[in-house]
């Protein structure tokens, strides 16, 4: 196993801290040298949480607040990140403010898709998450990024979806037009039967509300598959 895997797999233990890493392997020392958008979701956190208690690691803290945030629909109130052991009220407060500051500054809305890597773009960072996140972007006319939701998070290799939760929200959004997507953990792109199946039901339900269904996409930390791209079945 090379010095890269090793420290891959040192950071993907719940038993390490940062300290405990081999000094370039640390998120601090990766985000100075290979910018932030090198690190992972996990890592970004356990640089902003700092430090863990005892008993649980950073990256455990982080994976746990990873975890609510994907879940959440909205963002989290203080009550909920309160609800994390080990993270107390300055730790929700910092937490609390970056999600806001982000949100008014950064946040996805407004960014226009106009191909199916700008879609993979904004949904990279779900690449290394352990089990299938669904997702859904509401597009308006000129599609521009209303707002991106996870539908649901389901085992790996397995996600069950059903037309009515992925449309719900883009009819309240008034969109004109979804993409949706999903990670392989696997790292593999390639459409299973059930993917296959799943985007036929989709694009029926979407004709059938008056919502353009503009692509699917499976992805993965280094690819992805586009449904568009690939096949031109979808986009118009």
Same mark, same amino acid.
């Given at each position: 196993?090379?010095?890269?895997?090793?420290?891959?797999? @040192?950071?993907?233990?719940?038993?390490?801290?940062?300290?405990?890493?081999?000094?370039?392997?640390?998120?601090?020392?990766?985000?100075?040298?290979? /910018? =932030?958008?090198?690190?992972? +979701?996990?890592?970004? *956190?356990?640089? *902003?949480?700092?430090?863990?208690?005892? /008993?649980?690691?950073?990256?455990?803290?982080?994976?746990?607040?990873?975890? #609510?945030?994907?879940?959440?629909?909205? #963002? =989290?109130?203080?009550?909920?990140?309160?609800?994390?052991? !080990? *993270?107390?009220?300055?730790?929700?407060?910092?937490? #609390?403010?970056? @999600?806001?500051? /982000?949100?008014?500054?950064? !946040?996805?809305? !407004?960014?226009?898709?106009?191909?199916?890597?700008?879609?993979?773009?904004?949904?990279?960072?779900?690449?290394?998450?352990?089990?299938?996140?669904?997702?859904?972007?509401?597009?308006?006319?000129?599609?521009?990024?209303?707002?991106?939701?996870?539908?649901?998070?389901?085992?790996?290799?397995?996600? @069950?979806?059903?037309?009515?939760?992925? %449309?719900?929200?883009? @009819?309240? +959004?008034?969109?004109?037009?979804?993409?949706?997507?999903?990670?392989?953990?696997? !790292?593999?792109?390639?459409?299973?039967?059930?993917?296959?199946?799943?985007?036929?039901? *989709?694009?029926?339900?979407?004709?059938?509300? /008056?919502?353009? #269904?503009?692509?699917?996409?499976? %992805?993965?930390?280094?690819?992805?598959?586009?449904?568009?791209?690939?096949?031109?079945?979808?986009?118009?």
């Amino acid at each position: 196993m090379d010095a890269q895997c090793c420290y891959e797999e @040192l950071i993907k233990s719940q038993a390490y801290s940062p300290l405990e890493l081999p000094k370039e392997a640390r998120p601090r020392e990766r985000l100075s040298v290979l /910018g =932030p958008q090198s690190l992972s +979701d996990r890592e970004l *956190l356990a640089i *902003l949480l700092s430090a863990g208690i005892r /008993g649980k690691s950073v990256y455990t803290l982080a994976d746990e607040l990873l975890e #609510l945030l994907d879940t959440a629909k909205e #963002l =989290p109130g203080m009550k909920d990140i309160l609800g994390i052991r !080990g *993270l107390g009220f300055s730790k929700a407060c910092l937490v #609390l403010a970056m @999600l806001e500051f /982000g949100r008014r500054h950064w !946040g996805p809305v !407004g960014i226009r898709i106009s191909q199916p890597e700008d879609a993979y773009k904004l949904l990279r960072h779900y690449a290394d998450r352990k089990q299938e996140h669904f997702i859904c972007i509401s597009l308006n006319g000129a599609h521009e990024v209303l707002a991106s939701r996870i539908i649901t998070i389901g085992l790996v290799n397995r996600t @069950l979806i059903h037309p009515r939760e992925v %449309f719900s929200d883009p @009819l309240m +959004d008034r969109a004109c037009a979804v993409i949706v997507a999903h990670n392989h953990p696997s !790292g593999q792109v390639l459409p299973s039967p059930e993917d296959v199946d799943i985007t036929r039901r *989709l694009k029926a339900t979407a004709d059938l509300v /008056g919502i353009n #269904l503009l692509d699917h996409i499976i %992805f993965s930390g280094e690819r992805f598959y586009s449904f568009s791209q690939e096949q031109g079945i979808l986009l118009k």
